[in-house]
């Protein structure tokens, strides 16, 4: 680890060094914001979980907020879920970004971004890389630090000013719309084997922007609707991720044995029924969406968090800046 004696220090931390008082550092020394875009994050009610800390500094009344995807890859999406509901419950601001795979932290104290994420084994037992500052508030601050926090608030003032815009202009009409011609166009994307080695190969191609649109989904509802609303649409789009990469996992092992031409009807038939099963599950999203519930109004304590949460924000820059 480099560390030049000026408030910051970066490299690699080993897989034995805990990062964790770092972090904590950021997070208690914090007396005007806190903001956090992670991808993983270990349970709220975890030892070792950020989470209570920066629910106790706001308490305190600092403005939190967390950028954060809906859906993990793999293992651990109802931990996710549960984390992101625990945090509006206790009034921090929360925005959906299925494209976010950054991990940092910032507070008027200080900064951290790296490989790190916000989960036990990844502070204290993974090998990462590590940027950290603790010197905002000085009075010889660098200028490559005063740039660095500038790059990470404006980053965080435009989510949260798209997010609020959102929330004042898009009405669900136009959100079912929109994502319904989205599913639509999903059908010419994930294509089933019949017996075209090309459909599957089409399909792997399109596997990754496929996912990442079906979990956008959840990210265009979260400032629209409330939350037994957007459950629905969230749990209807994790399963039919789950089937997509399912889908791609048999699809891939397909177009590996077409290539050696060891492929066998048994793959083809348990690739065809998956993407039945696929199918299926993007049709009942579609339905939801087009039975439009009257009742589907938005969080307004959501909505309120954000609003509060982008203005001190801004404000904080102005007078940095003045």
């Excluded at 500038?150 to 009405?171: C, H, K």
């Excluded at 929109?178 to 639509?184: F, G, K, R, V, W």
């Excluded at 060891?262 to 339905?287: A, D, E, K, P």
């Amino acid at each position: 680890m480099i560390d030049p004696g000026n408030g910051s220090k970066w490299g690699i931390k080993s897989s034995n060094v805990s990062f964790i008082n770092e972090i904590h550092e950021i997070i208690d020394n914090a007396k005007q914001f806190i903001i956090v875009c992670g991808y993983n994050f270990s349970p709220f009610n975890h030892p070792t979980s950020i989470i209570p800390r920066i629910i106790n500094k706001r308490n305190q009344g600092i403005n939190a907020l967390l950028i954060m995807p809906p859906r993990m890859w793999g293992f651990g999406n109802q931990n996710h879920t549960d984390n992101i509901t625990y945090l509006i419950n206790n009034n921090i601001g929360v925005i959906l970004d299925s494209s976010n795979h950054s991990k940092w932290i910032i507070s008027d104290y200080g900064y951290y971004y790296g490989s790190l994420n916000f989960t036990a084994a990844s502070m204290t037992s993974k090998t990462e890389v590590v940027s950290f500052c603790e010197s905002l508030r000085g009075p010889n601050t660098l200028r490559w630090m005063i740039q660095t926090k500038e790059e990470l608030i404006g980053f965080a003032i435009e989510q949260l000013s798209y997010f609020n815009t959102v929330r004042a202009t898009m009405s669900l009409g136009t959100a079912n719309a929109n994502n319904l011609q989205l599913l639509q166009q999903i059908f010419t994307q994930i294509l089933r084997y019949n017996p075209s080695i090309e459909k599957i190969e089409q399909t792997l191609l399109n596997y990754e922007n496929v996912r990442l649109e079906i979990s956008s989904i959840v990210d265009e509802y979260f400032p629209i609707v409330n939350f037994s609303y957007l459950n629905r649409i969230w749990d209807l789009a994790n399963r039919a991720i789950f089937r997509l990469d399912r889908l791609a996992y048999v699809g891939n092992d397909i177009f590996l044995k077409n290539e050696d031409q060891s492929l066998n009807g048994n793959s083809v038939i348990v690739y065809n029924r998956i993407h039945t099963n696929f199918v299926s599950t993007i049709g009942q999203i579609r339905v939801s969406l087009e039975d439009n519930y009257s009742e589907s109004f938005s969080d307004e304590k959501l909505t309120s968090l954000t609003i509060r949460t982008e203005n001190s924000l801004r404000e904080f820059m102005n007078n940095s800046n003045g």
